[in-house]
T-cell receptor, first 110, second 114 residues
Framework: GENVEQHPSTLSVQEGDSAVIKCTYSDSASNYFPWYKQELGKGPQLIIDIRSNVGEKKDQRIAVTLNKTAKHFSLHITETQPEDSAVYFCAANTGNQFYFGTGTSLTVIP | NAGVMQNPRHLVRRRGQEARLRCSPMKGHSHVYWYRQLPEEGLKFMVYLQKENIIDESGMPKERFSAEFPKEGPSILRIQQVVRGDSAAYFC????????????FGPGTRLTVT
């Protein structure tokens, strides 16, 4: 089955700096890659996603890149703000299932 | 539009009791997924259901766990004879279609087995 690895597990940045979270996957059949933000005590919230026919997608301060050849995709957050502090999960979809990374705890220091 | 709803939000059960977790998908969504999350870990797929059908239960333990999504009413994840290792957050997600489509998550049910 699919194996999704996510790095780093924790990340601290100064407010205003950029944050980058990277994921790799193993199954070349995976074609859909969402990113979720989870705040303490809440369910994951979809923040951006990308499909395999696209190399990059941007939504305001958030961007995702995908390299299908290398089987990796990344989340980029620019001009970070304290409210960006949360746990971020990447995922890869194969068939009916979504496989999640183990999460990155992002702390934005004011 | 109401989002995905789950209840209860917190559930405490003694070892050996039964736990019933409920999930109402977003309006118009007929695909429901259940996930388990242990502390400081990612989400692990358990089961995928459509109305009245279990499509994929490959992530669900073969004993004590069952799920249903009846024609009317919420999807239910049932855990019989709970053990301490069942303590976790259980999340439900819904989607308008299967596969490469956005999943929207509920707030989760945090199960504690004492």
């Amino acid at each position: 089955g699919e194996n999704v690895e996510q790095h780093p597990s924790t990340l601290s940045v100064q407010e205003g700096d950029s944050a980058v979270i990277k994921c790799t996957y193993s199954d070349s059949a995976s074609n859909y890659f969402p990113w979720y933000k989870q705040e303490l005590g809440k369910g994951p919230q979809l923040i951006i996603d990308i499909r395999s026919n696209v190399g990059e997608k941007k939504d305001q301060r958030i961007a995702v890149t995908l390299n299908k050849t290398a089987k990796h995709f990344s989340l980029h957050i620019t001009e970070t703000q304290p409210e960006d502090s949360a746990v971020y999960f990447c995922a890869a979809n194969t068939g009916n299932q979504f496989y999640f990374g183990t999460g990155t705890s992002l702390t934005v220091i004011p | 539009n109401a989002g995905v709803m789950q209840n209860p939000r917190h559930l405490v059960r003694r070892r050996g009791q039964e736990a019933r977790l409920r999930c109402s998908p977003m309006k118009g969504h007929s695909h429901v997924y259940w996930y388990r999350q242990l502390p400081e870990e990612g989400l692990k797929f358990m089961v995928y259901l459509q109305k009245e059908n279990i499509i994929d239960e490959s992530g669900m333990p073969k004993e004590r766990f069952s799920a249903e999504f009846p024609k009317e009413g919420p999807s239910i994840l049932r855990i019989q004879q709970v053990v301490r290792g069942d303590s976790a957050a259980y999340f439900c997600a819904s989607s308008p279609q299967a596969g490469e489509y956005e999943q929207y998550f509920g707030p989760g049910t945090r199960l504690t087995v004492t």
